[in-house]
């Protein structure tokens, strides 16, 4: 029996085309569909690229939950895997998904984290800040942003001269090193 996982992603998708690669010699793990809250995000062209369905759904159905419960049920998802996905999870795919609802961050929680925290703004508010290191946290998903329990952290240093960009690649390079390992370890269990 395979483990099958749902990626949520709102933008680029680099981290979700990532996770692919790393479990395409492992027929344990399957990506049966890729899920957006945006049309026009550049991840439907990585998941076409990637041979897998992907899907927008409006806030309206977001929030709602039920569309996206069926769709998730009828592909027998096991996990989802928030990729870079930027919309609070409603209470219905929680409920549904205990423990089973994996998020990246792209920072050291409970440091820079909540609403509005999200991408580029999070690396601002580091370099804003003058700390000397950030990273990545890996965690369960709960109904408040930011806070489920956490499951992997990674840092990297931070120079007083990095800007938000500099401090995103050293992020990314962390995300990319990672996320599909504990994705592994954790699903795996
Ligand atoms: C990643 O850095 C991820 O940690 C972050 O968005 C980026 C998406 O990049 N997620 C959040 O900020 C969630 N609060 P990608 O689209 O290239 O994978």
Redesign the pocket.
Known sequence: MSIKLALF????????E?IVHFFSENPLFEFPLILSNKSDA??HERAKKLQIPSFTFSREDFLDGEKILTLLKEHKIDYII?????LKIPLTLINAFPQKII????ALLPKY?GKG???IR?HQAVAESGDNESG?TIHFVNSN??EGSIIFQAKCPVLKTDTAEMI?DK??AL?YEYFPKIIEETCNL
Do not use: T
Request: proline share 3%; charged share 5%; glycine share 16%.
């Open positions: 992603a709102s933008g680029s998708g680099s981290n979700a990532n550049f991840v928030l990729a870079g996905f930027l998020n990246i961050h792209p984290g925290m999200y991408g999070v990545i942003y930011d995103a992020v990314h995300e």
